[in-house]
């Protein structure tokens, strides 16, 4: 790899206030423009993971870093409009009265005002297809429509990486088709956490799974889905006729 | 903040009234009601003269009567204690009707009645003109303080999501058969407020992670700032200011 | 409960406006305190909790129902001073968009509902968990009395301010008599419920509940095999100056100084309480007063139940309710005293009011 991978993650481990142990030494490394599905059972430790991303807890042990800077109190600023994390309940996300202060929250906070955020608003309910949806409350919005704002609230901060929390769930299959295109639009790395492996399949060509803390297997996505006794070690399955050899 | 109360108080609409910026409106609507409590009880052609600037308000926006007197009903248990007073005051009595009433008892009561109603109807054509979110930014402009603010856009904000887990709990709880018919079932009541305190409160941490991922440290940006220019000013204030002279003048005479 | 604007005269509702806002002011400083950068986002999601409680309405019998006020509920959830902030943004956001309560009485409206409320029912808690053991059970108990109390406490506050802001006269023992007999009433719906609520928590997250803090064991650490005591991370809660008992002693004093000054008011009105009690007409009115409470719009104060009230037990409630409300007067006192340094007397001395 010759540029700064977007994601670095070393030797992460992580044990709550309470004592238990999450996570136990997890490596990964994200490449710039990569799209990644982390995979792996509930309660593997993949919200955990997530939330050392930008710091919101930190590291027990080990280092994470973003685009070549140690995520730290020293940085945390950076660090946290580098990586957009979109939460799993767009409504904990969206907690502006409307959907342009949404938005804007996270570029207002970094110091932008009048005409520069107004266009940075824009553009980012552009990219998700909102952009007619500016002024109304997020709670007048269907379900699909309110996760793709909260896409926006993220990309708005112009992030390294984007950083999903299952972002299929409770959708419809065209909000959930709608999405992937939007997705696939975007020309930042992803890192996609997901139980929804078809769509790790469509979207990520690859894919690592996490289980027990640890980053048990990381490969092209197909191959993941196919090694039928990699998945059931790991308590994952494809949904009923699901053959991930045989999607185009 | 159930969707119904929000919707239902404001009238989408374009009159002068509803384009007035919203801190020109509230100071608005506190100084007349401040220029009616000040006014004494017996001028009343005042009130009369109060009302009738309150209905040239409402007929320049759009707003029907019978909008605003519906809306009066949230007076009630006060009109029900005015009621009371001719009969519980002492002092000089008069009859009426073969019912003996007192006079600072009736004085008392039309003083309640007229200034409660005044101060309410001002207030539902503020809240008929006002988009909820703009009455906050409102408050906000004329220097409420910052967190109380944010409180308050959070209990907006979240009002429906609240109301609405109320309202799936409800009908969770009567799918499966239960009926609240009693002091018996408190339990089971107390029970789903529990919960919803729970979630609730889960749910403050939830967003509380998702601002400070989103670079929050403790203040919120202030967008939106657009001071209101003088025709707007004097627009708004024209309501109390016409009331003014009214007050001194009952005042004085 | 909602005052209306023209109720209580100017200069008293512009003095409980400066009380509300210096509580409020001490409450934010507090609540900043209590949840640091939290305090926004955790304080509006409970008040539009408190919001939707006030909704919820609990079956009395026979097509009555009745609602949580909260302010109990608030303070003991999540403690006094979020609790203060979230009731006073609750009855702002009713006034100002509902129409619901004058914007001119806005701070009686605060003072009664919300400050009273949750002052009342937090020193009456914090009091009852010195006594009782320090159990899920005491703590529960604790709500319950605390609850029951502030509700008729706020209806004394109340008569209070229109006692000396009222803009009519009606003989204070009068309206004290009929508010009392009636919220005495409301206050034991309002503990039932809140105690169960609280309950209904504690049995699931015990850790969420402000008021249970300390009710957890404390951490152990394993030093060379055996379980020792971990020093806690946060330093315990400020030493009260002086031992409890004298703080008890001066509540008392306090309290039973305030009953006098409120009997001596009540009775020297044309006629006293005792007349009042006795006089059956009471009764027809006190219970005019709660169906006037109910069902109204579409949320609002509902009464609970009908109100046969005897005027002995309305006097008994009127003196343990000023005994709470002075008890709790003379608690913000120490508590500030202790708290105040000197930058801090300034700023804070709005809510010594």
């Known amino acids: 790899m010759t540029s700064t991978p977007s994601l670095d993650v070393r030797g992460l481990a992580y044990a709550y206030p309470d004592g238990h142990q999450a996570l136990f030494g997890v490596d990964l490394t994200l490449g710039r423009g990569e799209r990644v599905a982390l995979l792996g059972p509930n309660g593997a430790g ?15 042990a080990g280092t994470v870093t973003v685009a070549g800077l140690p995520v730290g109190r020293k940085h945390m600023a950076e660090i946290r409009r580098k990586v957009g994390i979109v939460f799993q309940d767009p409504d904990d996300q969206l907690f502006m009265p409307t959907v342009r202060e949404d938005v804007a929250f996270g570029p207002a906070a970094a110091g932008l005002r009048g005409a520069a955020l107004d266009a940075v608003v824009a553009r980012a309910l552009d990219r998700v297809g909102m952009g007619e949806y500016a002024d109304r409350p997020p709670h007048h919005l269907s379900f699909g429509q309110r996760r793709r704002v909260a896409v926006a609230t993220v990309l708005a901060g112009e992030p390294e990486i984007l950083v999903l929390d299952e972002p299929s769930s409770n959708l419809d299959p065209a909000s959930r088709r709608e999405l992937a295109d939007v997705l696939r639009s975007l020309d930042v790395t992803v890192l996609m956490v997901t139980h929804d492996l078809p769509y790790a399949l469509e979207l990520c060509p690859r894919s690592l799974i996490l289980s027990e803390g640890v980053i048990a297997a990381d490969g092209p996505t197909r191959e993941i889905l196919s090694d039928e006794e990699l998945m059931t070690r790991h308590r994952l399955e494809l949904p009923y006729g699901f053959v991930p050899g045989s999607v185009a | 903040m159930g969707a119904g109360h929000a919707h239902r108080l404001y009238r989408r609409g374009d009159s002068p009234v509803h384009r007035l910026p919203p801190h020109t409106k509230l100071a608005a609507v506190l100084g007349f009601v401040l220029v009616v409590v000040t006014t004494p009880r017996e001028a009343v052609w005042a009130f009369a003269l109060y009302a009738a600037l309150l209905a040239g308000v409402a007929a320049r926006a759009r707003v029907p009567a019978g909008f605003v007197l519906r809306r009066l009903a949230i007076e009630i248990p006060f009109v029900a204690f005015a009621v009371l007073m001719p009969f519980v005051v002492p002092g000089e009595s008069t009859t009426v009707l073969g019912v003996s009433l007192s006079v600072p008892g009736l004085w008392g009561a039309w003083n309640v009645l007229a200034k409660g109603t005044l101060g309410v109807a001002a207030s539902v054509l503020l809240a008929a003109t006002t988009e909820l979110r703009d009455l906050v930014l409102g408050l906000q402009r004329l220097g409420l303080p910052s967190l109380l603010v944010q409180i308050a856009s959070f209990m907006i904000r979240y009002g429906d999501v609240i109301t609405d887990e109320m309202r799936r709990m409800s009908v969770a709880r009567r799918s499966r058969g239960f009926e609240a018919r009693g002091v018996r079932h408190w339990g089971v009541l107390a029970k789903s407020a529990g919960a919803l305190f729970i979630r609730s409160y889960e749910r403050g941490e939830r967003v509380h992670l998702a601002m400070v991922s989103r670079g929050y440290t403790g203040t919120m940006p202030l967008l939106d700032e657009r001071p209101a220019t003088r025709a707007q000013w004097a627009g708004a204030l024209a309501l109390p200011l016409a009331a003014l002279p009214l007050c001194l003048f009952a005042l004085l005479g | 409960m909602h005052v209306p604007d023209g109720f209580i005269n100017a200069p008293v509702s512009a003095a409980a406006g400066v009380v509300a806002a210096g509580a409020v002011a001490v409450s934010l400083r507090g609540a900043r305190k209590e949840l640091d950068e939290r305090a926004a986002p955790l304080a509006g999601l409970v008040a539009a909790f408190i919001f939707a409680v006030q909704m919820l309405n609990f079956p009395v019998a026979a097509g009555t129902s009745g609602h949580l006020l909260g302010g109990a509920l608030a303070a003991v959830l999540v403690g006094p001073w979020t609790g203060v902030l979230c009731v006073a943004v609750v009855l702002l956001m009713q006034g100002v968009l509902f129409a619901d309560g004058g914007l001119t009485a806005l701070g009686v409206n605060i003072t009664v509902m919300g400050v009273t409320t949750v002052v009342v029912a937090w020193a009456v808690f914090r009091g009852l968990r010195l006594v009782l053991p320090r159990t899920r059970g005491g703590v529960t108990a604790a709500t319950f009395v605390a609850a029951a109390v502030s509700v008729p406490a706020s209806a004394t506050v109340f008569t209070l301010v229109y006692a000396v802001g009222g803009t009519t006269d009606v003989p204070v023992g009068k309206v004290l008599t009929a508010m009392l007999g009636v919220h005495v009433l409301i ?29 957890t064991a404390p951490l152990k650490l394993r030093v060379g095999g055996e379980l020792v005591d971990a020093v806690p991370a946060a330093a315990p809660e400020p030493a009260r100056a002086g031992s409890p008992k004298k703080l008890w002693a001066g509540g008392l004093l306090t309290a039973l100084v305030l009953a006098g000054v409120v009997s001596f008011y009540a009775s020297a009105s044309p006629d006293g309480l005792e007349k009042v009690a006795a006089d059956q007409g009471i009764d027809a009115k006190a219970e005019e007063h709660a169906a006037a409470d109910s069902p109204l719009a579409d949320y609002g104060v509902r009464g609970i139940g009908s109100a046969r009230l005897s005027g002995g037990l309305a006097g008994v409630i009127g003196v343990t309710a000023t005994l709470a409300v002075g008890t709790g007067a003379f608690w913000i006192t120490r508590r500030r005293r202790a708290a105040g340094s000197g930058a801090d007397a300034g700023a804070d001395s709005g809510a010594r009011v």
């Open chain 1, 46 to 60: 993949k919200t955990t993971l997530v939330l050392h991303l930008n710091g919101i807890l930190t590291a027990g």
């Open chain 3, 187 to 215: 206050g034991v719906g309002e503990a039932v419920i809140t105690a169960l609520t609280v309950g209904a928590v504690l049995a699931v997250r015990p850790d969420l509940v402000h008021g249970a803090r300390g009710l």
